[in-house]
């Protein structure tokens, strides 16, 4: 009970532990922000991989495969997949406002790509946003003309019954743009696309209704080069915001059918060699690959190995044998996740190092707090205190104080990583420092999350490590002869 | 009254037999009790008196179970109080022995009241604090009134003058209930008046029946005491 006294006691009097509550505090603080704003990032990543991967994908190479419509019919009747989608994927080199930059071209059914993927969520433009653009460059009303003003007026009229997510969605412009298909390029794909410091990009830079040409490159069947390459004009519809920058500056999309019909790849009649007249026959048009929604909470490996089985059946019934990957949204992309979990591991065991010092500050700490505490560990021995019993107390000490850092470090970690985009404004607003610039980090936002079982590791390693920074000085005071310690002054 | 190191005529209840204690300070050994031999009878008050640095307080340590003689033995009640099993050491300066220093030495984290009562729990551990913690406070508290502390109980050692810090130091020895009460210089570090009103105390303590070894090297102080015992140069003056 003594021991109880002591602890509570030497926890309220003394600056001491106050220091290395701190000490406990800070790290364990430390360590949540880096792992919570790590693990935001790596979940931002997966979010954005997943959505461009769908669950589980069907992956062939350039030259595609055929037959993909009955493949699809069966892949929908599985009992977990939800939904697919065809994909044709091909490079190009895009031209927009007399720029040339290569960039992957992914042919889509919007319809099939917004079931398995949400689509339409990535679509960045929506009529609100250019209005929102315009009037934020506009002067103020009263210095406008009449004539200006029943301009500015038309315009908003006009851009308020736009709908660039449903012309996104069709693939297809208003009419009264011209007779193109529609094609959505990644945000950052025009030349003049840049962001703002919010890490914003202003519509007036889009591409939106401006024309975008590709130079294709068909293949033939055996993936050589076909002769000379294809052009195609689109008109941009609305531009797409992924997550990740690689993908939203290098990738367009546009309409599946038109995509096959510029590469060669869609469906046609089959021909006689020899003759060169219709057989009667149609040949399959080819695509890529198939995207896969599986149900919610399947378990996306036994999808992909039922999906793998019934594409294996299916082919060699057909007895086609092209070169077919099935895989799931993580294998897709494990490297590149991988990457960034493995920096995630590697800075939480960085900044578990760093915090190595806490351990070494509550040791100085703790052996300042023996060495005043000298006289009394005599006094309780003459009382009758054990050396395990002086031990304990410093060791309940630690212990004491690793449970008092950690809540507190739990709280302040919590409280930043909460509040950690508030926190920056702030800082920006008044010293003019920004530790996370929008226009450098493609997330507008610093992502954070906190992980229950993370937090919980943290704060029981926090306590662990008060408690062994405190063991050598306990055990110190354990070993204090009585009478010496009763005649330190 | 006599100044003998041993009473012929009961049996002790603390002895020292032929006790030899030797510090190293640097280089060199100093020997100081070479071959003390000394008890106290039950309810006896005795003095141990001697010059700085003739070993009184080592003996006091001796007796106390806190420091270990190189040879020679201690008995209380004719038991050797060295080599028992572990933890009896620490029973026996908990409840057989109440130690008072010169210098107080209370906790000054602690109230008064708390200092007395740290000493009672520490033999009782946590889960044996709940059925005497009553007790002991009621103990406690009966102990500080009866030494004039009655309105200081919530006050801590630095709010208490010096007599006053001796008269808890009193009650924090007193509150289990030792057989042998060991005082090192009582009245070394109060001023003379207080001084004589530990004496005081002291003196009713004995009344009641309580054995006193009192460390002093104040004749006057030891005057006090049934017995005097002098010390020079680690061995009983003849």
Redesign the interface.
Known sequence: MYKLLLIFKYLRRKLAPLFAALAVTLCTAMVIIVISVMGGFLEMMKGAAKRLTGDVIIRADLTGFPDYKPMIEGLRKLPDVEAATPLLRSFALAKMAERVSPVEVLGIEPAGLEAVTGFRDTLHWSAKDVLDDLQSRMPPMDTLSAAQKARYEAAVKRIGEADFREYAMKLKPPSHWGDLPGAVPGIAVPPGARRDSKGNYSFNNSSVSTKITLTLMPLTRRGDVRGEPEYADFFVVNEFKSGLYDIDANRVYVPLEVLQAKLHMEAHAERDPETDKPTGKTISGRVTEVMIRAKPGADLHAVRESVEKYVQEFLMQRHEFPLIAVETWQERHGTFLGAVEKEKGLLTVLFGIVSIVAVAMIAVIFYMIVLEKTRDIGVLRALGASRAGIMSIFLGYGLAIGIVGAAMGLGLAASIVWNINEIQDKLFEWFGFKMWDPSIYYFDKIPSRLDHTEVTVIAILAVVSSVVGSAIPAFLAGRLDPVEALRYE | MTDSPTPSNAKPQLAARGVHKTYRMGDADLHVLRGVDMSVRAGEWLAVLGASGSGKSTLL?LL?G??RPEKGDVEFEGQPVFGKPW?EL??????RVG?V?QFY??????SAL?NVL??A??????FG?GKVKKDARERATALLQRLGLGERFKHRPTRLSGGERQRVAIA?ALINRPAVLLADEPTGNPDAETGRQIIDVFRELHRGGQTIVMVTHDRTVAAAADRRLVLEAGRVKE
């Open positions: 340590h106390g806190l420091d933890g620490e029973r026996y300066r908990s409840l130690f220093f030495h209370l906790l000054p984290e602690l708390e740290i000493s729990m520490v033999p009782s551990g946590v604090w924090r």
